[in-house]
């Protein structure tokens, strides 16, 4: 059975940045790599869940996160991951200059873009995971 | 005189993403300190508290919490204890899903009509526990 | 003797200020070094003001008089313009903030500094600002009126 990637949001639920790393991960597992990518929930992984922990144990995960903070990638280390990568969708911000993301529960028009601008570049990353994998 | 804070309830969601419920204690939440009880609660970060946040694991040590769970794993609630202290009430949306016979809500990445009006009912259900834990903080005074 | 650092706590969030450092109304704290200035953004402006996109001070050579622009910060919420509290001349500024602002956020008083001014008269300087107390009063009053808003 082909693996999907395991990619773990932050939700943050203090700010805008932790919203749009939430969506960013459903336009990726849903739009953007459905057949490749699959959301594992943050919480689960780090209070020790077992089929959460074996998603991430089998191979490399992306996390993302919506602040330096790095909560996701943060869990992603306590629960054992064999290899993280990053998305940080503050890094994405500051690509798009002037975009102002704003929301918790519903994003504005700047905060769904800046969720597919982070989408898109998570997509790059799990296409490289997904190579990478079926070289091995 | 030491001026004693004033006492607030702190509100930690699970967030789940593989579940519409997860979705569901986020709208939740946001409600309550947004528009139902802005004065007397705010929201705990789920991911920052797992990460060692220590401005939320402080506050849950001298504040009451209550947790709201999208299901019976109760990561939240869960979460609260490990890292400090007993939630003083939790709430599993799955359960008040069950009892109001709303379960077909939508997707964790959007909510249906069901969904929202679950949100709704979930967030009046977290008002009426920080009002009763607030009124027990001031029986204790 | 060094007091450390004052702390306010409000709700969840911790403020610190460093005893030792003078602060302005609008949350940009001074350290003087002799005749220099060093500035910065105080935590409570920081945490308010939210995750630092771009940082950009006025550049080495600039004369401020107080109430004028000695930078801009844009954060994912707002678009800020830092009033400089005091009179001098850019002499220095944090090349570090063009790649990494986010020191803004995580060490405010420390690799988050924005700029050295060279100061024409530290006495009117230093009267000009608040102590640690006085600012600390300030951002509570300021905390309490953004709950209520």
Redesign the interface.
Known sequence: MIRKVPVVPCSGIG???GAAAREAAFVLSEDLRPGDAKVVALGLLVLGDEDARREVAGGAAVAIDG??LECAAKGLENAGAAEIRKVAV?DV??KH?GL??EGVCDLNQDGLALARAAAEEAARIVDEIVAEESRA | MPEI?RK?I?LIACSGEELAEGTVTRRAVRRVLETLR??DT?T?CLPLFLAGG???R??ARHYPTIAVDGCAKQCAALATEKYSARPAAAIVVREIADETKQTAIGTARKLNEAGLRLSEAVAERIAAEADLLLKKKSRER | MSRGVLEL??????FRFPAEFLYSDEGIWVNFEGGRARIGLSDFTQQRS??V??AIPKEVGTRMRPGEEVAVI?T??VNLSLLSPIAGTVVETNADLASA??LI??DPYGKGWLSVLEIEDVETARRSLKTADEYLALAKIQAEAE??R
């Open positions: 700010k805008s940045l602040c330096k503050f911000v500051r200059r102002k993301p | 804070p607030k702190g802005p004065d705010v705990l220590e401005g939320e402080a506050f | 706590t409000f709700d969840k969030f911790l939210g995750d996109a771009f844009e994912v919420k602002p986010e956020n995580q709950v209520l």
